[in-house]
């Protein structure tokens, strides 16, 4: 593959975006970008105030944002930074994820957040998932795909990663009602760009999505080497 090339991963929460992005990345010999940990770090950020979420402004959390959140240039990617520290286990805490939803929907945040994406890929071949990755921060994003999955088996596979174990029923049950409202949520920011693929990974192991969409990555790469060779 000769150029920059980005590569843009959409969908709902828990669909697989991250982990598989990553992989992705890995794969090529791209850089991986989590749009999703940067809207984590702003919103880790706005907890240390003490305010109550409530009483969040979009003024308060993207100056705090701004102040203290960086990404850190690492092997394989980007590592969110709050105050020059490295916070990828801080921000992945339960308290984040209960208020990432309310960060990620202010319009202000959203636009530090696309920004710093931006930057991070203006040097390098990237990989990134997000929410509006392919319709808001790369619309010419030479490879889109939108993940989708039932929402009993995204809730299935965010537990056994949380818990390292198998869950219950009843377990999946609750966090799948929870997935369902923070869809309801999200829906503004999930939309999939009318030229992305929609690839359902509901029966696919995470091994053959990644397959799918390197080869994708590879196809179109190739067919826009060959066209700038003509």
């Known amino acids: 593959m000769s150029g920059r090339v ?9 669909s697989g975006k991250s982990s598989t ?7 090529l010999g791209f850089r991986h ?24 402004t979009e003024e308060m959390v993207v100056d705090g944002a701004r102040r203290e959140v960086t990404l850190a240039p690492t092997d394989r990617g980007f590592a969110p930074c709050i105050r020059g520290e490295e916070a990828d286990a801080e921000i992945r805490g339960s308290d984040v994820t209960r208020n990432v939803s309310l960060v ?19 040097k390098h071949s990237v990989v990134v998932d997000g929410r509006d990755i392919g319709t808001a921060v790369f ?3 030479e490879v889109k795909i ?20 198998a869950p219950t029923d009843e377990e999946i049950a609750e966090e799948t009602d929870q997935l369902v409202h923070r869809d309801a949520r ?14 359902d990974t509901t029966y696919l192991t995470q091994e053959e999505q990644v397959d799918r ?16 060779n003509d």
Do not use: C, H
Request: net charge positive; no cysteine; glycine share 4%.
């Open 139 to 141: 619309p010419d994003a």
């Open 6 to 14: 980005v590569i843009a991963i959409d969908g709902p929460a828990a």
């Open 146 to 165: 939108f993940l989708v999955a039932d929402p009993w088996e995204r809730a299935r596979r965010r537990l056994i990663q949380r818990f390292q174990r």
């Open 213 to 228: 969409i390197v080869a994708l990555a590879k196809a179109v790469t190739q067919r826009g080497d060959d066209t700038s």
């Open 21 to 27: 992005a990553q992989w992705v990345a890995e794969r």
């Open 104 to 122: 990620a929907r202010m319009p202000k945040v959203r636009a530090w957040v696309n920004e710093r994406v931006r930057d991070a890929s203006r």
């Open 186 to 199: 999200d829906a503004q920011q999930s939309g999939q760009a009318p030229d992305a693929i929609l690839l």
């Open 33 to 56: 970008v989590d749009s999703g940990a940067l809207y984590r770090a702003a919103t880790a950020v706005a907890l240390k105030s003490g305010k109550d979420p409530s009483q969040w």
